[in-house]
């Protein structure tokens, strides 16, 4: 079983002195790796038996500061008993990760402030997580740093300051200790990927032409955004959780019996019309056997046949929240609930997942507040494009990791609101009118651009991402050169083999929110198999992906009965991929561990 600390009376201590509790963040990223995770006090660590039937425990910053003596003294033991540490830069309990302090770097002027880089190493850990001919973008930290000396530990990953100058010191360390293993990063990765997913606060604006756009929310700087530097940490520490034989669940649903590679999702605004445009698109991507999200306004003028026609074609339609021109498109919580109450009026039911006119915001969680009080579940305004609203490509082809990740991921309230985590989730856009250049001037149906789409999908399908494909139907309608770029994608993904997902954006909400209250409980791992019960809450079901050892035949059984399975080569791992249907499962893998 994993664990990680989030102690309610240290995050009401930091929240009243207007800090944030960045721990918290610990569980959206055990959601993304597809992990339910037992939380535990800090009290609870001065007790060794608290640590029972623990195999692996996360530390962050903030709560490794409330150590005693006594915890060290516990940790230390139950590492060298077996257990695996992995911390946050975690002061304190250096000899169990291997090192010695050196100094540190204060993450400067503010919270949001890169302080500082790093590179991967070559290992086991670290294999093919960063793409090798990306390697002159490195990832980055957004925290303070702790800087150490290896002393027995291996170095993962070395640091470098703001400016680019090696530090000659660890970012990420990896320490044999007694019989167990300790992880460490001189970073807080909660804090990181909590600010690469949700960003620094958007100042609103009364300037329509300094409209506040999504795009402000990113703290990526002038750095590349063709790396999902969020997922890339995820998945090293996927890579050292995995170290102990540990079940996750896949971050995409079952093809049938089979393993997809990769979900693509795909979806687009009509704003308020003419309908033609939408029926045409509608009428088109099911003509290629594609999916398709379509956001209109709430005063459309579709009417109840041309609904129909586009759902009886397997497509969704949603809500465009167009807002009040009157008032500079302001965004107010009033202003969504008045909107989402007049499409459920006029469309006969409540939008999943929306989008904000010119994929707008303001504040930080603020809006996904208001819209789920309106009614809805997810967003799909994070833009990755950083061009400013009057910005002439602003509206141009993007292929962008702007907040760090392709997942979806819930929004977390700042320290006023005691960092409370908002059912409600972001769909963040990567693929923006890529393959043609139509967007960009509204105009250009001529330029040839669909060799723009492979990269997109080659990443895709190596890391598994789930991709939003934003296209517009006035486009898909209109333009030929962005017909001809989807159709690529689709001959792409045939040319290579690789199995892939398409599903509507509110197809995906609502996987996530069933993957999110799905489970995978009552572990029991032995040295020639492993067991585990699922509950699977997604009808279609679910996929889970075990780390084994070595070469061995392996069997598997799902409820008692032989079971087939697919097996993967990948980041420094030997993987087996299985599918189990809804409801309450057992499975058992027998073979070496």
């Not at 304190?92 to 100094?103: A, E, K, S």
């Not at 807080?188 to 329509?208: C, E, Y």
């Not at 082809?397 to 977390?412: K, L």
């Not at 409370?420 to 890529?434: H, K």
Request: aromatic share 12%; with cysteine.
């Amino acid at each position: 079983m994993l664990a990680y600390i989030c102690d309610e009376k240290l995050k009401q201590e930091l929240n009243k002195n207007k800090q944030n509790y960045w721990d918290v963040y610990i569980r959206e990223i055990n959601d993304l790796l597809g992990i339910r995770a037992r939380v535990l006090s800090i009290r609870e660590l001065e007790d060794i038996d608290r640590l029972e039937g623990i195999g692996t425990l996360i530390i962050g910053h903030d709560s490794a500061t409330q150590l005693t003596d006594r915890m060290r003294e516990v940790l230390a033991e139950w590492v060298s008993a077996g257990g695996m540490l992995i911390g946050f830069a975690v002061d304190g309990l250096d000899h169990v990760f291997g090192m010695q302090p050196v100094g540190a770097i204060k993450q400067q002027p503010d919270d949001y402030a890169i302080s500082a880089y790093f590179e991967l190493w070559p290992h086991q850990i670290t294999h093919e997580v960063h793409p090798a001919l990306s390697f002159e973008q490195r990832l980055f930290a957004l925290s303070d740093i702790r800087l150490v000396k290896p002393e027995g530990s291996i170095e993962l990953a070395r640091l470098y300051d703001s400016a680019g100058r090696d530090l000659g010191c660890p970012a990420i360390t990896w320490n044999r200790y007694g019989e167990g293993y300790a992880g460490y990063f001189a970073f807080d990765v909660a804090k990181t990927i909590w600010l690469l997913h949700q960003g620094r606060p958007v100042p609103a604006s009364d300037d329509t032409k300094k409209y506040p756009k999504t795009s402000q929310l990113q703290v990526l700087g002038d750095n590349s955004r063709k790396i999902p530097y969020a997922d890339e940490i995820t998945l090293i520490l996927q890579n050292m959780i995995s170290h102990n034989p540990q079940p996750f669940i896949y971050q995409i649903p079952p093809l049938g019996e089979e393993i997809p590679d990769a979900l693509l999702y795909w979806g687009g605004d009509e704003y308020h019309g003419p309908v033609e445009r939408s029926l045409k698109a509608s009428d088109w991507m099911k003509q290629k056997g594609l999916p398709y999200h379509i956001n209109m306004c709430d005063n459309h003028p579709i009417t109840p046949e041309q609904l129909h026609h586009i759902k009886q074609n397997g497509h969704e339609v949603s809500l465009y929240y167009q807002l009040h021109e009157e008032d500079n498109f302001a965004m107010k919580e009033e202003y969504y609930i008045e909107l989402n109450d007049l499409f459920h009026e006029k469309i006969g039911f409540r939008p999943l997942c929306t989008v904000n006119k010119w994929l707008g915001w303001s504040g930080w969680a603020e809006p996904a507040k208001w819209m789920l009080k309106a009614g809805g579940r997810a967003d799909n305004s994070f833009y990755g494009n950083p061009a400013a609203h009057d910005h002439p490509f602003s509206n141009g082809p993007s292929f962008a990791f702007g907040f760090g990740t392709s997942y979806p991921f819930n929004f977390y309230d700042d320290y006023e609101h005691e960092n409370q985590r908002i059912d409600f989730i972001e769909e963040p856009i990567v693929c923006y009118e890529i393959g043609h250049r139509g967007s960009i001037t509204g105009k250009d149906k001529e330029t040839r651009a669909v060799e723009d789409v492979h990269a997109p999908i080659d990443l895709a399908v190596k890391y598994h991402l789930l991709m939003n494909m934003f296209y517009h139907p006035i486009y898909i309608s209109y333009y030929p050169r962005c017909r001809e770029a989807i159709e690529e994608i689709l001959r792409y993904i045939e040319y290579i083999g690789a199995r892939v997902l398409h599903l509507g954006n509110d197809q995906v909400c609502k996987w996530w929110y069933a993957r999110s209250h799905s489970a995978i409980d009552a572990v029991i791992s032995q040295e020639n198999s492993i067991r585990f019960e699922c509950n699977c809450e997604y009808i279609p079901g679910m996929i889970v992906k075990i780390p084994v050892s070595g070469d061995s035949e392996l069997q598997v059984l799902l409820d008692g009965r032989v079971a087939s399975y697919k097996e993967k080569q990948e980041f420094g791992r030997r993987w087996i991929y299985v599918v189990v249907p809804a409801g309450r499962s057992k499975v058992e893998i027998i073979g070496k561990f």
